[in-house]
T-cell receptor
Framework: DAGITQSPRHKVTETGTPVTLRCHQTENHRYMYWYRQDPGHGLRLIHYSYGVKDTDKGEVSDGYSVSRSKTEDFLLTLESATSSQTSVYFCAITSQGQGRSPLHFGNGTRLTVT | DQQVKQNSPSLSVQEGRISILNCDYTNSMFDYFLWYKKYPAEGPTFLISISSIKDKNEDGRFTVFLNKSAKHLSLHIVPSQPGDSAVYFC????????????WGLGTSLAVNP
């Protein structure tokens, strides 16, 4: 299995507070992604990175920011959490970009915003 | 508007029989088609893929079929096993765009002993 860990695994936070989720990989893969999974929506891409300090927006990026200062770490920040951001968040990595090589996913972070 | 549709939210199959999961798409500019499997409380795991230049790809008990004229993708599992019980997602890449996959909503497969 690809070495990818997400932390925390579970978090409950209050509306308006900042939250940072961490994704750490040991595979030295270039590409990293943040997805959210919600009932009725499947998996939706939030942000992705194609290298250190190189990031771009996905389809549901509003309210989220990311940073990648090292190859192995990709951080997702909710600047001011809202109830609509209650979701399960998955980090994924791949060596050649989505489609060309399979995505390897972490086990997810379940975030509840109250 | 969903470009990738998995029209069956759930499927129940007897152990040993064939499971067929389906995925329909609308865009002819897709070039890679992938299936992922997801167990509860875990991330999705890659299962099998096929490129648009092929119409079939096999890996053990899993076979993916691609019908480009019908814009239809299917995953066959033979024989089905209880451990195959999971949610299956199809994911499709827009040609030449390795930064974006379009995902179906998933089909929950239950294989009954």
């Amino acid at each position: 299995d690809a070495g990818i860990t997400q932390s925390p695994r579970h978090k409950v936070t209050e509306t308006g507070t900042p939250v940072t989720l961490r994704c750490h990989q040991t595979e030295n893969h270039r590409y990293m992604y943040w997805y959210r999974q919600d009932p009725g929506h499947g998996l939706r891409l939030i942000h992705y990175s194609y290298g250190v300090k190189d990031t771009d927006k996905g389809e549901v990026s509003d309210g989220y920011s990311v940073s990648r200062s090292k190859t192995e770490d990709f951080l997702l920040t909710l600047e001011s959490a809202t109830s609509s951001q209650t979701s399960v968040y998955f980090c994924a990595i791949t060596s050649q970009g989505q489609g060309r090589s399979p995505l390897h996913f972490g086990n997810g972070t379940r975030l509840t915003v109250t | 508007d969903q470009q990738v549709k998995q029209n069956s939210p759930s499927l129940s199959v007897q152990e040993g029989r064939i499971s067929i999961l389906n995925c329909d798409y609308t865009n002819s500019m897709f070039d890679y088609f992938l299936w992922y499997k997801k167990y509860p409380a875990e991330g999705p795991t890659f299962l099998i893929s096929i490129s648009s230049i092929k119409d079939k790809n096999e890996d053990g008990r899993f076979t993916v079929f691609l019908n480009k004229s019908a814009k239809h993708l299917s995953l066959h599992i033979v024989p089905s096993q209880p451990g195959d019980s999971a949610v299956y997602f199809c994911a499709i890449r827009i040609a030449g765009n390795n930064r974006k996959l379009i995902w179906g909503l998933g089909t929950s497969l239950a294989v009954n002993p």
